[in-house]
């Protein structure tokens, strides 16, 4: 049984950093694209960043690009976001994913329905 579990979360002030981290439990998270989402309060959950097994490329929703990047260690099995120069609309809870799908794609890597497995989420808030 696959289990994803965040942390890292934290309040941190505007202009500052946090590393989330997205460890997998169960089977080897090595053959899975993970994808990280975001929800704020009283909006829907968006897709922030998510990165390829096959060959690590990434892909970032545009108003993180040069300011977040995602990574994974596979002999630890997680996934990581470092998220720098925050902003206060960073504020959400982050939930890291496991895509269902044989590939992840430009065109997919945002769609909820692809993905089988979520953690619980880790609270972010930015924030002087």
């Known amino acids: 049984q696959w289990q994803l579990v965040e942390s890292g979360g934290g309040l941190v002030q505007p202009g500052g950093s946090l590393r989330l981290s997205c460890a997998a439990s169960?089977?080897?998270?090595?053959?899975?694209?993970i994808a990280w989402f975001r929800q704020a309060p009283g909006k829907e959950r968006e897709g922030v960043s998510c990165i390829r097994s096959s060959d690590g490329s990434t892909f970032y929703t545009d108003c993180v690009k040069g300011r977040f990047t995602i990574s994974r260690d596979n002999a630890k099995n997680t996934v990581y976001l470092q998220m720098n120069s925050l902003k206060p609309e960073a504020t959400a809870v982050y939930y890291c994913?496991?895509?269902?799908?044989?590939?992840?794609?430009?065109?997919?890597?945002?769609?909820?329905?692809?993905?089988?497995?979520w953690g619980q989420g880790t609270q972010v808030t930015v924030s002087s």
């Open positions: 169960g089977v080897t998270s090595t053959y899975y694209d």
């Open positions: 994913a496991r895509y269902r799908g044989s590939v992840l794609y430009r065109s997919t890597w945002r769609d909820r329905a692809m993905y089988d497995y």
